[in-house]
Every structure is written in structure tokens, then in C-alpha cells.
């Protein structure tokens, strides 16, 4: 994200089809070293997070009219649980390798 002293981001996450966004968090996008054009975000879930498919959502919340805030690059990094104990396996309800 480039720099802005007046400008946040809140970024939440979908999972599997759903229109439920949850697991929300906002980051401030001042930085650290005044030097730095640039600000990384590093959004991190507080529970482990089952599903087949995901959509994040990425808004942009300005303090004033004149605050501007460009994203840069976005990037995933995903680690597959294919078990985790206690938890059934099962298939997402709206899968389209279900049909639904």
C-alpha cells in the first residue's frame, strides 16, 4: 500500500460462497520510517480457517476528502490443512464440486 497519514484499510474474508464477511481487521497505513514510500500489511487470521474456497474483501477508509490510498501488490499465502483434529471432514455446502 503507498503511504498516507490520513487513510486505513479494513480487510475481512469469505469462505466458501459465503456473503458473510468476517474475521475483520483495520490497518493504518502511516508506516513506520518516514523514509518508506510504502506499507505492508500483513493480515493474519486469530483461528485457523476451514474451507474450500475464499474471497477477501479489501475497503479503503479515508479521514478526510483529500486522503488517497493506492494498493500496490496484494499476495496470499495459504497453508492447506487437509486434517485438523476434532474437526470433521466434510464438503461445503455451496461447492461447485458439490453442484450446488
Known amino acids: 500500500m503507498r ?16 456473503k458473510n464477511f468476517e474475521r475483520e481487521q483495520v490497518f493504518s497505513l ?11 500489511c500483513n493480515y493474519r ?9 475464499f474471497n477477501v474483501k479489501v475497503k479503503f477508509i479515508s479521514d478526510s476528502l483529500t486522503a488517497t490510498t ?10 492447506p490443512k487437509h486434517k ?10 455451496n461447492s461447485p464440486t458439490t453442484g450446488s
Open 30 to 40: 502511516r508506516g513506520g520510517d518516514p523514509t518508506d514510500d510504502f506499507v505492508e
Open 70 to 79: 493506492e494498493m500496490v501488490r496484494i499476495g496470499f499465502i495459504t497453508e
Open 84 to 93: 485438523v483434529p476434532g474437526v470433521p471432514q466434510q464438503m461445503p455446502e
Open 3 to 18: 503511504k498516507s497519514n490520513q487513510a486505513r484499510i479494513q480487510v475481512s474474508l469469505a469462505r466458501n460462497m459465503s
Open 45 to 53: 487470521f486469530p483461528a485457523p480457517v476451514l474451507g474450500t474456497w
